[in-house]
C-alpha cells in the first residue's frame, strides 16, 4: 500500500516562491510515476507535474519554466519547487503515484494513490 504525505504549503505574495514536498512509503520508485496536482475551488483538479520511474518530467504549460519537480530516492520525498508564484497558482496541491507512463499520470490522474493535499495561498 502506498501512502503519501505533503507538506510545505502556505502563503506567500505573488512573485515568492514555495517547495512543497512528499514523504512517500510502500512503494518502489523504480516501479512507480509521480506527480503534484491541484485543484482550486470550483475548478477540476489538473496535472502540474510529473516525473516518471527514469527521471523525465513533463509539466502543465501554465507552470513551464516556473516549477520543477525532483525526487530523492535515498528520503523516498517527492518535491515540487514553486517559483514566480501567481495568483492563479492558487489551489490544493496534491501528490499522486501510479505505475503508468508519467504523461499518462499528468493525463488521466492516478488510479489509486493520493496524499491528503497541501494548501497553497498567493496573494496579489
Known amino acids: 500500500q502506498v501512502h503519501l504525505a505533503e507538506s510545505g504549503g502556505g502563503s506567500v505574495q505573488a512573485g515568492g516562491s514555495l517547495r512543497l514536498s512528499c514523504a512517500v512509503s510502500g512503494y518502489s520508485h523504480e516501479s512507480y510515476s509521480m506527480g503534484w496536482f491541484r485543484q482550486a475551488p470550483g475548478k477540476q483538479r489538473e496535472g502540474v507535474a510529473v516525473?516518471?520511474?527514469?527521471?523525465?518530467?513533463e509539466y502543465v504549460d501554465s507552470v513551464k519554466g516556473r516549477f520543477t519537480i525532483s525526487q530523492d530516492n535515498t528520503k523516498n520525498t517527492l518535491y515540487l519547487q514553486m517559483n514566480s508564484l501567481k495568483p492563479e497558482d492558487t489551489a490544493m496541491y496534491y501528490c499522486a503515484a501510479d505505475t503508468m507512463a508519467g504523461w499518462w499520470l499528468l493525463e488521466h490522474g492516478p488510479r489509486n494513490y493520493w496524499g491528503q493535499g497541501t494548501q497553497v495561498t498567493v496573494s496579489s
Open positions: 516525473i516518471d520511474t527514469v527521471g523525465m518530467t
